[in-house]
């Protein structure tokens, strides 16, 4: 892989007058907690046969890079990056690397629509819960593909929101996903990702793109607390919580309702709830 280059000014796709996303959750406490409970196990299985120590990888859209240390872990020495657009998230997942001892990783704040790396270099170029909140998803494979080296690897797994399934039954629930699908699309964002991914990546001309699909489910009582106390904080102290509102999608009243609702659900001995994804492993 090439050393990167001084990150650039975001530009984006097609230039600056070009529609741009915006990051729907936001880097909150209770997103946070999400994000960090990640492991490669968890959410990227679909990639590990193709991970071997050596081979270089760039995670895009890295977040706190519980997922990004895992990697590296398993491809020292193999050099791997991570990227992400926000730069208090960067500091962070530095200083998670530095806290585990893992020396082949570094972190660079950049956009991914221009990864601050040469043409044809990298082994692997990753990206986990990132094309769905971004205005041309298409676009950003295409620069994925870019930085690849050829016959490189392009693995990339997305939520599909409306596949989401629970129990027991919640008009409240329901309002979230209601609320949650505007939310997002009004943000430039596609919440049902998972299911487009396979087009997407044939679209931006990925080869030998092989699609596959993984859940997560929570149901124990542990994962229910940690799931409904963090959905039900992003209902009302998170980015999303604002951004409902200013959109007229819910009012604060019904937001507040919505954290109600995860908190019965939370509590529900019968509560159980099911996130599909879809995957895509392609070569540049
Ligand atoms: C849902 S988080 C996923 C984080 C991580 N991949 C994980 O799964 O834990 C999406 C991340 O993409 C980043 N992101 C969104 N738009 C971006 C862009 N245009 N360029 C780089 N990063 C971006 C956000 O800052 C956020 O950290």
Not at 13 to 30: I, M, N, V
Not at 81 to 87: E, F, I, L, P, R
Not at 166 to 172: I, K, Q, R
Request: some cysteine.
């Amino acid at each position: 892989m090439s050393e990167p280059t001084a990150p650039r000014e975001p530009t984006a796709p097609g230039g600056p007058a070009a529609p741009r996303a915006t990051y729907t959750h936001g880097h909150h406490e209770s997103v946070l907690r999400s994000h960090a409970w990640r492991t490669v196990e968890n959410s990227a299985a679909y990639l590990v046969p193709h991970l071997r120590p050596g081979l270089s990888l760039l995670d895009v859209g890295c977040g706190p890079g519980t997922i990004t240390v895992d990697l590296a872990e398993r491809l020292a020495p193999g050099r791997v990056v991570g990227v992400d657009a926000a730069a208090g998230i960067v500091a962070q997942a530095a200083g998670l690397a530095a806290e585990r001892r893992v020396e082949n990783i570094e972190f660079v704040t950049a956009d991914l629509y221009e990864l601050p790396f040469d043409d044809d270099t990298v082994d692997v170029v990753h990206a986990h819960q990132v094309l769905q909140h971004v205005a041309d998803p298409v676009g950003a494979l295409r620069e994925m593909r870019r930085v690849a080296r050829p016959g490189g690897v392009v693995a990339v797994r997305e939520v599909d929101y409306h596949g989401t399934i629970w129990a027991p039954e919640s008009p409240g629930l329901d309002r979230w996903m209601d609320v949650y699908q505007q939310v997002h699309r009004g943000n430039g964002g596609e919440p049902d990702a998972g299911r487009r991914l396979k087009g997407w990546a044939l679209e931006a001309g990925l080869e030998a793109v092989v699609s596959t699909a993984s859940s997560w489910c929570f149901a124990s009582d542990e994962e229910r607390t940690w799931w409904g106390d963090s959905w039900a904080a992003r209902a009302t102290e998170s980015a999303f919580h604002g951004d409902a509102i200013a959109k007229g999608v819910a009012t604060d009243a019904e937001l507040h309702a919505i954290a109600d609702a995860w908190r019965a659900w939370r509590d529900a001995p019968d509560g159980w709830l099911l996130m599909p994804h879809g995957e895509i492993v392609a070569r540049a």
